[in-house]
T-cell receptor
Framework: AQSVTQLDSQVPVFEEAPVELRCNYS??????LFWYVQYPNQGLQLLLK??????LVESINGFEAEFNKSQTSFHLRKPSVHISDTAEYFC??????????FGAGTRLTVKP | DTGVSQDPRHKITKRGQNVTFRCDPI?????LYWYRQTLGQGPEFLTY????????KSRLLSDRFSAERPKGSFSTLEIQRTEQGDSAMYLC????????????FGSGTRLTVV
């Protein structure tokens, strides 16, 4: 069974619109959850992470994600996107406290 | 520390040739991981090391693939008798033993087998 599932492969939005990128995880995943961003021809950059404590975590560039245990979700949101947010976004979780497993990714395209 | 470094950035090789990639992790990180990423997909786990010990290998890592981390510092990933299906981005990451702090990724090596 897929450990981390990203429900949308592509999300097109207009600049300054809000966006939500959806992520659900399975029970095999520990509650250490991450969002990474990947720009073209680059490696992955950590956007934010949930380890424990407050279920709402924020990044420095306006993204936030909320850990929801009852819905096994960790959706990523931003109230107003910029052209520069266009990238591939990956949700990930730790398996068996050993290694990280990724979702298939969501391509966010911000249009002017 | 300049982060995780991977070399080369790009490699084009003919089918049947052997290729080797190198990864230099963050010096304080005990763990080193290799992932493979094909177009439109998320990274797929291949293998990881804790210090010099290879602790886990994915079924994706066929007999043609071998990874080493001889001194617990840099790592190499070798693919023998390359096939067109090996074309992908190969990503290296490193972390502390406490993996919940997350991984730091390198920029990857893009392999094209022609």
């Amino acid at each position: 069974a897929q450990s981390v599932t990203q429900l949308d492969s592509q999300v097109p939005v207009f600049e300054e619109a809000p966006v939500e990128l959806r992520c659900n995880y399975s029970s095999s995943v520990s509650v250490y959850l991450f969002w990474y961003v990947q720009y073209p021809n680059q490696g992955l950059q950590l956007l934010l992470k949930y380890l424990s404590g407050s279920t709402l975590v924020e990044s420095i560039n306006g993204f936030e994600a909320e850990f929801n245990k009852s819905q096994t979700s960790f959706h990523l949101r931003k109230p107003s996107v910029h052209i520069s947010d266009t990238a591939e976004y990956f949700c990930a979780g730790i398996i068996n406290n050993n290694d990280m497993r990724f979702g298939a990714g969501t391509r966010l395209t911000v249009k002017p | 520390d300049t982060g995780v470094s991977q070399d080369p950035r790009h490699k084009i090789t003919k089918r049947g040739q052997n290729v080797t990639f190198r990864c230099d992790p963050i010096s304080e990180h005990n763990r080193l991981y290799w992932y493979r990423q094909t177009l439109g997909q998320g990274p797929e786990f291949l293998t990881y090391f804790q210090n010099e010990a290879q602790l886990e290998k994915s079924r994706l890592l066929s007999d043609r693939f071998s990874a080493e981390r001889p001194k617990g510092s840099f790592s190499t990933l070798e693919i023998q008798r390359t096939e067109q299906g090996d074309s992908a981005m190969y990503l290296c990451a490193s972390s502390l033993v406490e993996v919940n702090y997350g991984y730091t990724f390198g920029s990857g090596t893009r392999l094209t087998v022609v």
